[in-house]
């Protein structure tokens, strides 16, 4: 394959194969693309920056190589990534592995196995039940291998908690990647795809929770809108926000199909995206501020003599002081507030 000293391909036919190989071993991402076919809008939606009004950017050089709209600080547009460019953002598992380890050196980037999500995410729910093996009970071969045994029976409730809270209590994964703790359609480090019913995604246990104690479409769907809004994320790298983003709406239409049959209606899959967009969002997790918005800014002063400019750079960035940058603070939405408050600075739910 070309590249260009890097690792990095240097066309988008040299990313082709790498793309059908992971629609091959993770077919989901093939329906995921039919559903954008269907409704365009969907993109639209997903690379929406609600902070600045503007798309997410890649905020990586891994795509320079691919000319303009694919530079550093090049908004991740529509076009860029759709019709015969919808081959250029594929999972990390598919990346050339020189790419991977130049994004290990430079943004620290290093997936977690399934098996380590699972067990961080029984921890979270051990505590919240009080108990062990709610989802399921964790295998660790003596050969290595790890695996997990899903618990088939219906989930039971601790004495003074409702599956409704469970819904709802409030979730985060920093630095999120792809999200492989919120959902886990597939093993982000070995690919391999994991069916509906095996999953262990902090959403997966919501919708199974949702599953299992809803009927008709309309009250799952909106028990499912719950727990699509008690569950965050945020990465620096436009590409991962904008995986993280499909694999939270990926993971809602395959629980609906699991359970329906079907797809949902068209509405109802634009407002799932559009809640995930709020929830899933680019920042830089050090700063609390959009990736590299902080900067020298110029003073213009008037007096009798004339005019004075003055360059001052960042305090917080200067002193490690998270709420003196001078950069863009990342909003996100409290869908419980009443609406005139629903927007708040994430840095001001730190302490």
């Known amino acids: 394959m070309a590249e260009n ?6 066309s988008v036919q040299d990313l082709l194969p790498h793309r059908q190989e992971a629609l091959l071993h993770i077919h989901t991402f093939a329906n995921d693309e039919d559903l954008i076919k269907r409704y365009p809008e969907i993109l639209e939606i997903l690379l929406r920056d609600h902070t600045t009004n503007r798309n997410i950017f890649w905020a990586t050089n891994c795509y320079s190589c691919l000319g303009e709209g694919y530079q550093y600080n090049d908004p991740i547009s529509v076009e860029s ?19 991977q380890r130049q994004r290990s050196r430079e943004m620290a980037e290093v997936f977690t196995p399934a098996w380590i999500c699972n067990k961080q995410n029984n921890l979270i729910d051990n505590a919240w ?5 709610i989802f399921n009970s964790e ?8 695996s997990w045994i899903v618990n088939p029976t219906t989930i039971e409730f601790p004495a003074g908690k409702t599956w409704r809270d469970y819904v709802n209590e409030d979730r985060l994964e920093i630095t999120c990647g792809e999200a492989p703790y919120l959902v886990s359609r597939y093993d982000t480090v070995t690919s391999r795809h994991i069916p509906v019913g095996e999953r262990i995604g902090l959403i997966d246990r919501k919708l199974r929770i949702v599953g299992e104690n809803t009927s008709s479409s309309g009250e799952w769907l909106k028990a499912a809108q719950l727990a699509f809004q008690s569950v965050y994320g945020y ?19 395959d629980h609906y199909r699991d359970r329906f049959g079907k797809d949902p209606q068209k509405k109802s899959i634009l407002y799932i995206a559009y809640i995930i967009s709020w929830n899933v969002w680019q920042m830089d997790g050090l700063k609390g501020v959009i990736p590299d918005s902080c900067g020298k800014r110029r003073i213009v002063t008037a007096d009798l ?12 960035c200067r002193t490690g002081n998270i709420r003196r940058h001078n950069g863009i603070y990342c909003l996100i939405k409290d869908w419980n507030a009443t609406k005139d408050k629903q927007k708040i600075r994430f840095i001001d739910l730190i302490k």
């Open 235 to 253: 990465d620096w790298q436009g590409d991962n926000v904008l995986l993280a983003r499909r694999n939270l709406l990926g993971t809602f239409l």
């Open 129 to 133: 039940f009080g108990r062990e093996g």
């Open 139 to 146: 295998v660790d071969g003596d050969d290595g291998v790890h």
């Open 81 to 99: 990534i759709s019709g015969n460019n919808s081959v250029i953002v594929i999972p990390r598992a598919f990346k050339p592995l020189e790419q």
């Open 305 to 316: 003599f004339g005019e004075t400019e003055t360059v001052i750079g960042c305090e917080g």
């Open 5 to 10: 000293g890097i690792g990095v391909p240097v």
